[in-house]
């Protein structure tokens, strides 16, 4: 089994807290679109266009981040 130089962990112990730190990340990215989601619609109930217009683009990025790192992503119907 390969080991690592500087550690003398094998390869899947020492990527262990970076793939878990992706992972919380991936989760965070998730959450942000969910509830971006959720106050872009209270925005636009609200008739506060331009808010609802940046929610979403929030929405959107926090998406694309979360697949990028491999998390699920809510779609939510509207």
Do not use: H, K
Not at 41 to 70: D, K, P, T
């Amino acid at each position: 089994m390969a080991r690592t130089p500087a550690t003398g962990a094998t390869p899947s112990q020492a990527s262990t807290p970076a793939r878990r730190a992706e992972e919380d990340a991936a989760a965070m990215a998730s959450y942000i679109a969910d509830m971006t989601a959720e106050l872009a619609q209270l925005a636009a109930r609200a008739e506060l266009q331009m808010v609802a217009y940046f929610l979403n683009l929030a929405r959107v990025e926090a998406e694309i981040r979360a697949r990028e790192m491999g998390g699920a992503v809510i779609l939510r119907e509207n």
